[in-house]
């Protein structure tokens, strides 16, 4: 199949070969898609975004493991229980409310820095 693509040699030494290919781990690019973006001049991810938005995968799998774990509680709540495991059940259940507010607060203040960030970058 013909394509519109073309292949481009160079030349590196180790030293360089190296440095491009740290580079490119560290965006997360392919060498090929690096070398596009520094050549056309285009915008590279920054490595700090990368761990914020990694930061708030994160935080949003403990809030779904929390709802998980809240529905499990309500699920055996309807079950017959003496009154003194119904208060624990109750404590737990208002500690993972309590949690999930906290997380979904967080991951706002860090959603809300990344785009003040990204609207920064832009007007630089």
């Known amino acids: 199949m013909a394509t519109e693509r073309h292949v481009i040699k160079t030349y590196l030494n180790d030293e360089e070969k190296e440095r491009i290919d ?5 965006m997360r690019l392919s ?3 690096l070398l596009k973006r520094l050549l056309m001049n285009a915008k590279l991810p920054s490595a700090s975004d990368f761990a914020a ?39 737990m259940i208002r500690d993972i409310e309590e949690t999930q507010a906290e997380l979904k607060i967080s991951i706002g203040e860090i959603r ?3 785009q003040t960030g990204k609207r920064k970058q832009a007007q630089s």
């Open 22 to 26: 740290q580079l490119a781990h560290q």
């Open 31 to 33: 060498r090929s898609e």
């Open 53 to 91: 938005w990694q930061g708030i995968r994160d935080l949003l799998k403990v809030n779904a493991d929390q709802a998980r774990l809240g529905n499990l509680f309500k699920l055996a709540l309807d079950e017959p229980l003496s009154a003194d495991l119904l208060k624990k059940f109750d404590d």
């Open 112 to 114: 809300d820095q990344l």
